[in-house]
């Protein structure tokens, strides 16, 4: 009965690697780190010290999961989005909350980011999608400073125009993969983001070769 669609489910998770796809984290990301990404570019490793960071994320989240475990409301963890042409996906947690679903995405942040009085635009374009994708109203991103391990919650409600507008930059992005156009660098992209991008190299060699072209 269901052991077919498991197999087809996991089937077409394989088909899909193969096709231009995007990944919902990749809302908000520079558009030419991700048409680097999907073109297949070789990237700069991260060091030790980003793995670190990384695996600290990750614990934060199991840790935050077992609590919310323990609470009893939690429906599902670590869910895909459903299947679909442009992009794969994977929500931290669904909970119920007086029977109302929440999509729960949970952030481990340093304390600048945490004394903020709103959240990370990359944080909420990801938390609209997810919305969209699994059809819930309302989502909670939940903060923890990771220097002081304090919680900060934002209660957040499903914004369509926001939506509209991100599928329009994928739509955008996917015709330059397959059209082979290099996106232009963005308008006062933050200093930060090519600061820790693993295509600075290869972003600087087409920007170098564009410079010798304009000169020609
Ligand atoms: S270096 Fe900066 S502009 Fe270039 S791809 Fe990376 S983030 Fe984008």
Not at 16 to 43: L, N, Q, T
Not at 53 to 70: A, D, K, P, W
Not at 86 to 111: C, F, L, Q, T
């Amino acid at each position: 009965m269901i052991k077919e669609l498991i197999d087809k489910f996991y089937d077409a998770k394989q088909e899909k690697r193969e096709k231009i796809a995007f990944y919902v984290s990749d809302a908000g990301k520079c558009p030419r780190a991700i048409w680097f990404s999907v073109k297949g570019y070789p990237k700069k490793e991260f060091d030790a010290r980003m793995q670190r960071v990384f695996e600290h994320g990750n614990h934060t989240h199991m840790r935050i999961m077992g609590v919310l475990f323990s609470l009893g409301l939690i429906n599902a963890v670590e869910i895909d989005i459903p299947r679909n042409e442009m992009m794969h996906g994977r929500a931290d947690a669904i909970i119920s909350i007086n029977n109302e679903p929440y999509v729960v995405e949970v952030k481990s942040v340093n304390s600048i980011k945490f004394k903020k009085e709103y959240p990370d635009q990359d944080h909420m374009n990801q938390l609209q999608l997810y919305l969209y994708f699994f059809k819930i109203k309302k989502g909670i991103l939940l903060y923890e400073n990771k220097d002081t391990q304090e919680l900060k919650e934002f209660i957040i409600d499903y914004d369509e125009p926001l939506v509209k507008k991100l599928f329009a930059g994928f739509n955008e992005l996917k015709r330059q993969v397959e059209e082979n156009i290099t996106p232009q660098i963005p308008e006062g992209i933050e200093d930060w983001r090519c600061d820790y991008c693993p295509y600075l190299e290869e972003c600087d060699k087409i920007e170098a070769q564009e410079n010798e072209q304009a000169k020609k």
